[in-house]
Nanobody
Framework: QVTFVESGGGLVQPGGSLKLSCSASGSIFSTFGMGWFRQAPGKLREPVARITAAGLPIDYAAAVEGRFTITRDNNKKTIYLQMNNLQPDDTAVYYC?????????WGQGTQVTVSS
């Protein structure tokens, strides 16, 4: 079973930036696509961005297109989410998982709060 640990969240003002990291356990990290997901208070968890095993972005949610960038470093077993021009609607707990999520692999997530 692969597990993930997210980090890099925090409190930021509207228009600010954050870079999230997700570290994975296990030796097969480089063989599967990965994704970032988020869950805002009172809402269902939703996909944000996905990336192939080789590091090519697959897609972005319409709400973040042009502001967020997903990347990965297979040598470090880590994926990243660069978030620019953050807005209050981006406030959520952010999670990473395989591109087709495995329920047993959800981590604790990292809180992102966008507020003035």
């Amino acid at each position: 079973q692969v597990t993930f640990v997210e980090s890099g969240g925090g409190l930021v003002q509207p228009g600010g930036s954050l870079k999230l990291s997700c570290s994975a356990s296990g030796s097969i990290f480089s063989t599967f696509g990965m994704g970032w997901f988020r869950q805002a208070p009172g809402k269902l968890r939703e996909p944000v961005a996905r990336i192939t095993a080789a590091g090519l972005p697959i897609d972005y949610a319409a709400a973040v297109e042009g502001r967020f960038t997903i990347t990965r470093d297979n040598n470090k077993k880590t994926i990243y989410l660069q978030m620019n021009n953050l807005q209050p609607d981006d406030t959520a707990v952010y999670y990473c998982n395989m591109a087709s999520p495995v329920s047993a692999s959800w981590g604790q997530g990292t809180q992102v709060t966008v507020s003035s």
